[in-house]
């Protein structure tokens, strides 16, 4: 069974740090391009970062470039979001998201397996 299931997820102040993790279960990240999207109460979903075969390229949304870094390793068949000076904004349900091709996209329909998400507020 394909699955993907994230972690990392919690209850931070402004300007603390998280990091998400994306771990894949019966099948190899290795052949993937990985993306991390948020949705937020109200908003459409949105693409927050992704990675690519070979770790390159990589997409940073506008509003988390210098802030967000997305890594992987595959030799744990794992993703990572490190999310420093969080701001209430990007207060959202973060998933991740596999597209069997060489290069990711921000766009939602590119991928075929999402993980059931994991909670990120920011809050004073």
């Known amino acids: 069974q394909l699955q993907l299931v994230e972690s990392g997820g919690g209850l931070v102040q402004p300007g603390e740090s998280l990091r998400l993790s994306c771990v894949a279960s019966?099948?190899?990240?290795?052949?993937?391009?990985i993306g991390w999207f948020r949705h937020a109460p109200g908003k459409e979903r949105e693409g927050v970062s992704c990675?690519?075969?070979?770790?390159?390229?990589?997409y940073y949304v506008d509003s988390v470039k210098g802030r967000f870094t997305i890594s992987r390793d595959n030799a744990k068949n794992t993703v990572y979001l490190q999310m420093n000076s969080l701001k209430p904004e990007d207060t959202a349900v973060y998933f991740c998201?596999?597209?069997?091709?060489?290069?990711?996209?921000?766009?939602?329909?590119?991928?075929?397996?999402w993980g059931q998400g994991t909670q990120v507020t920011v809050s004073s």
């Open positions: 998201a596999a597209a069997r091709r060489t290069f990711c996209t921000g766009w939602v329909t590119t991928y075929d397996y």
């Open positions: 019966g099948f190899s990240l290795d052949y993937y391009a």
């Open positions: 990675i690519s075969l070979s770790n390159a390229p990589t």
